[in-house]
């Protein structure tokens, strides 16, 4: 017989934070206001860390978080202007091949920014987005989002899916998001010292015992 | 190297700190009902187990509202921390009790004089390969909850998820006919067209061995 104080076996499964949004982690509006324009990114590195924006085992997105900057009446102005209306994203999960080669595999629906502007703000899913180990989270911006915390170290760096062709990883008018049929794209741009302000609340699939 | 892309025409306002952070995050993840490492179900020593009931915890202790969402979200996962029986208690409960063991766990909206009506439910979860463990399954499909409604526990069959021996202030309530709370054998749980139950079954000094996860639907600042 089993003591009647033994534990249960390890935990099966367990919710994570994929990119998790340390404290101090803002995006840059309005003191120095950029914003995600007309694509689709992830976040590569934050510092040393390759891997954060990767599943660490088959599971399931349930949530999808973001630290949105608060843009003056003027910026927001000029970004309604220039990229639309109503500034919107979505959570995407990416398959990953070679020579940076990324395909959406899962996405949620896009959800609109305006009226949470200035604050970190979690959306639930309606339904959860399957991912598999070491597929990327990543965010798809039609428009424009102010979730930008700059000026970090060189070792922070995102990854956009605009073509990498000439100036074109700083062309932020054409419409490079991962959006109706095009759901591929190479990652080769990539922007150093910025870090993209999303998370993704992950759940791994339950293990049964062997 | 690649500088990332500066809008251009934009003008600096240094007019706010540049250490200002986000206001208060607006949704939060909260476990309903969250277990402690000590609470499991309660096979083999004294082994017992919830038998095709609707059940949900009415108190822990003093708390009376642990089951209960305390805003409006979505349930995305939910967690079981099962007993291991052996395979003597196995075998009866499965002859017993309709074969494998399975659990799904339900939103019930409290109505007038202990009614309670299933207004979503996830799908039957298999439990037998999970035994002696803490298992946590993510949902496919959210389940929508609003504040107040509880967070219930459907058994069609049997699971070992029920930890005895507890305070009296500790209880757990079933969909079974008040006339029948001791009986364990007839099918009492909401599923299929059977949606509502009067809950008057009142179990002390038990603790059904479940909870889920729950995110709150995000709120406009003011």
Request: charged content about 20%; aromatic content about 8%.
């Amino acid at each position: 017989m089993l003591s009647s104080l033994a534990l249960p076996a390890g935990a099966s499964a367990k919710v994570t934070e994929i990119g998790a949004l340390a404290e101090g982690t803002a995006a840059g509006c309005p003191t120095e206001c950029q914003a995600l324009t007309r694509l689709t990114a992830y976040q590569a590195k934050v510092g040393p860390d390759r891997e954060l924006y990767q599943a660490p085992a088959d599971g399931m997105l349930v949530a999808w978080t973001i630290a949105l900057g608060k843009p003056t009446a003027k910026d927001t102005s000029v970004f309604e202007q220039r990229y639309g209306k109503v500034p919107q994203a979505a959570v995407v999960v990416l398959d990953s091949a070679a020579k940076l080669s990324r395909t959406v595999v899962a996405k949620a629906p896009l959800q609109k920014l305006t009226d949470y502007l200035g604050t970190t703000v979690q959306f639930p899913l309606v339904r959860s987005l399957p991912i598999k180990k070491g597929q990327y989270v990543a965010l798809t911006v039609p428009t424009w989002a102010p979730a930008m915390q700059i000026n970090l170290g060189a070792d922070t760096s995102w990854r956009s899916s605009r073509a990498s062709t000439g100036s074109d990883c700083l062309n932020t008018e054409t419409q490079y998001g991962l959006l109706g049929k095009r759901t591929s794209a190479f990652f080769r741009c990539l922007y150093k010292g910025v870090r993209l302000t999303y998370s993704a609340t992950f759940i791994s699939n339950p293990m049964p015992t062997k | 190297m690649r500088s990332h892309s500066r809008i251009k025409g934009l003008t600096v306002v240094v007019l706010v700190a540049a250490c200002a952070l986000p206001a208060v995050a607006s949704a939060k993840r909260t476990e309903i009902g969250a277990l402690a490492d000590d609470v499991r179900g309660s096979c083999p020593d004294s082994c017992q187990a919830v038998t095709r009931a609707t059940g949900y915890q009415a108190k822990v202790g003093p708390d009376r509202g642990l089951y209960q969402a305390p805003a409006n979200g979505r349930i995305v996962a939910w967690t079981i921390a099962l007993g291991k029986p052996g395979p003597k208690q196995t075998a009866f409960f499965e002859e017993r009790y309709g074969g494998p063991a399975r659990a799904a766990v339900v939103v019930l909206d409290p109505g007038e004089k202990v009614v309670r009506t299933v207004v979503a439910k996830s799908p039957l979860q298999v439990l037998t390969g999970y035994f002696g463990q803490t298992v946590q399954f993510p949902l496919a499909r959210t389940l929508r909850i609003r504040k107040g409604q509880y967070i219930g526990l459907t058994v069609p069959s049997w699971a070992p998820a029920l930890q005895i021996g507890l305070g009296s202030d500790t209880s757990w309530r079933s969909s079974r006919a008040k006339s029948g709370c001791s009986d364990l054998t007839t099918q009492f749980a909401l599923v299929g067209n059977r949606t509502q139950a009067p809950f008057h079954c009142l179990y002390k000094t038990a603790r059904l061995t479940y909870s889920a996860t729950f995110i709150s639907s995000p709120k406009q600042p003011d």
